[in-house]
């Protein structure tokens, strides 16, 4: 069976994306990151979610960037509030990402100066490097299990505007893990970043997860959690049967999403278009 190393969140975005390579055929190594997060939480879910996909083997790699700063979410900076960022899809923006995956479907061969522009309002949730600092311990994991294909759930259309979401970024990594690896130098191995979201719409990519048997109700999206009541653990815990027999302990029992972050503005929009209830939302 071939093997795929997923970069597993907890999130949406990125168990949908473990669910296609499944859905591929692909055995699962997926990778999760202890990074000083505010929102830890997360892990759980990826926790959750690897077990209920039956993983090959999950690892969780820890760090510390709160050493680093420079984000809300592993530092002291407030997390913004009721701020959609760059998350609009309409037709040309759609578009226009699309069109420029379709052109650069084979490896990245750009100067900087074709590549597309950065956007400048790039919220304080972004965290310095981090999608470079994920793939690179990812493709350490894929070389040294012998595999060529890396899973990220990446999205460029509904996202914050954070750089290392972009196709051009992904292609770009995907070049330079072919350059510095003993596998690619010696001919053994041609590495791939899959990025199969990169142009759908959350809507899109909830649908598609709904499809694949994702269990949204393991999954955690909030940049803000907030300790749960004891009415909204009783409530979250009316439907025993619907959920995993480990649920009950875990933290996702703990906590509610705060529903005012762009991550939950961006969950509860892409519920909404794709006509679907989220079951994290309390009634």
């Known amino acids: 069976m071939k093997r795929a190393v997923v970069l597993l969140s907890g999130g949406i975005d990125s168990t949908t994306s473990l669910a296609i390579a499944k859905a591929e055929g692909f055995g699962i190594y997926a990778i999760s990151f202890d990074y000083g997060q505010r929102h830890s939480i997360e892990l759980s879910s990826a926790k ?17 960037l709160r050493e680093i700063g420079g984000s809300a979410l592993t530092s002291d900076i407030e997390v913004p509030k009721v701020s959609l960022g760059k998350t609009t899809h309409d037709e040309k923006e759609v578009e226009k990402i699309r069109s420029w995956e379709d052109k650069n479907s084979q490896p990245l061969n750009l100067s900087a100066s074709q590549l597309p522009e950065a956007q400048p309002d790039i919220p304080v949730t972004y965290v310095p490097a981090r999608n470079t600092i994920f793939l690179s311990f990812a493709l350490a994991f894929a070389e040294s299990i012998g595999s060529e294909n890396i899973f990220i759930g990446a999205n460029a259309v509904d996202y914050s505007g954070y750089p290392d979401c972009r196709p051009e970024f992904i292609k770009a990594f995907e070049s330079m893990a072919n350059l510095a690896t003993k596998a690619s130098v010696e001919g053994r191995a041609r590495f791939l970043i899959h990025a199969p979201l990169i142009t759908l719409t959350k809507a899109e990519i909830i649908k598609k997860g709904a499809e694949l048997g994702v269990d949204h109700s393991l999954t955690w999206s909030c940049y803000d959690p907030q300790p749960a009541t004891e009415d909204e653990k009783m409530r979250r815990c009316e439907d025993k ?6 649920f009950l302990a875990s933290e996702l029992l703990k906590y509610v999403p705060c529903m005012r972050c762009d991550s939950c503005i961006l969950r509860a929009r892409g519920f909404k278009e794709a006509g679907i209830t989220d079951p994290l939302i309390l009634k």
């Not at 959750?48 to 510390?64: G, L, R």
């Open 48 to 64: 959750q979610c690897a077990a209920y996909f039956d993983v090959k083997k999950h690892i969780v790699i820890s760090f510390d």
């Open 241 to 246: 049967q619907s959920q995993p027999p480990n």
